[in-house]
């Protein structure tokens, strides 16, 4: 039987900005969300630098392959297209934002074990503001994840309050620094809730919660596959991702289309003038003056 949100867990949502769905994906499911995710992972240890496919670790090699993101897989693998289209989950997602959805993009994040990049603390929305902001992610756990493992970690109810600076020197980063005074006065980092899960769990985040990730410092690795999804009238302020058509018909995964976007009130911040470490947000957020969790490479230096 599919997975619903209560209504308390709804209400739970918009008033924190995050929600945990328990046991969407199980047994078959589940098991061959993880033999495609191997079998792709497998076939990096040939690559020697980014790509449209993958995103790597900086201490990776041809020889010891170390992914740390699957650039939007759904539009390379058919079967990862059929996990962002899957009625268990965008119903789901339809209970928060509306009838209508559209897929806006998605990446699956490879946390492997001792040495899983961290996320600094960030907004989508910083990088993807819209004309409202019935916005958000979803994340399936292909692991069990607890404290220790680089679950994601999130700032209850920030989702209500400003855009934060995400630029350094002038330039998008896509990270909020840890001396930033406006964060500072709003945010206390030691109230940060852990989502922790089994595999098969879905965590949900609104586009504007703060939210990042520490290292995996453990010997177990996380992966999480994440959609990010939009009402179907709200529409991205910072363009279109790719052919208009595939963007307005195609991605359509519940409902129907409107050429009328929805626009509310929301503080807006662009991501432009653009990172100088293009890419992924792990290259993006090299451009930070400051970081608040550890790198490997962090590690390595000081041990």
Not at 146 to 172: I, Q, R, W
Request: glycine fraction near 10%.
């Amino acid at each position: 039987m599919a997975v619903k949100l209560t209504q308390d867990e709804i209400d739970f949502y918009h008033e924190n900005g995050y929600v945990v769905a328990r046991g969407v994906y199980t047994g078959e499911k589940l098991e061959q969300l993880r033999r495609e995710t191997d079998a792709i992972i497998a076939k990096a240890a040939g690559v020697s630098e980014h790509n449209e496919v993958y995103d790597l670790e900086d201490s990776h090699s041809p020889s010891n392959p170390r992914v740390r993101r699957l650039k939007e897989p759904y539009r390379h693998f058919d079967y990862f297209d059929q996990v962002a289209r899957d009625p268990d989950v965008v119903d789901i997602v339809a209970q928060l934002v509306g009838s209508d959805v559209r897929l806006y993009g998605g990446k699956m994040n490879l946390k492997s074990a001792g040495y899983g990049a961290p996320v600094e603390w960030h907004q989508d929305w910083a990088f993807y503001p819209h004309t409202n902001d019935d916005v958000l992610a979803t994340g399936l756990l292909l692991d069990d994840c607890d404290e220790m493992n680089g679950p994601l970690m999130v700032m209850p109810g920030s989702h209500k309050g400003p855009t934060y600076d995400h630029h350094a020197d002038g330039y998008f980063c896509g990270a909020m620094a840890p001396d930033d005074t406006e964060a500072a006065s709003n945010l206390d980092y030691s109230k940060a809730v852990k989502l922790t899960g089994k595999a098969g769990d879905m965590t949900i985040h609104h586009v504007r919660l703060v939210h990042g990730s520490a290292m995996n410092t453990s010997n177990r690795q996380r992966r999480l596959l994440l959609h990010e999804y939009a009402a179907g009238d709200a529409w991205p302020l910072v363009g279109l991702k790719g052919d208009f058509d595939h963007c307005f018909y195609d991605l359509m995964v519940k409902g129907t289309p409107t050429n009328q976007p929805r626009t509310v009130a929301a503080p807006v911040r662009l991501p432009y003038p653009a990172a100088l470490s293009g890419g992924s947000i792990y290259e993006n957020q090299k451009g930070t003056g400051g970081r608040f969790f550890d790198t490997f490479e962090q590690k390595q230096a000081s041990g």
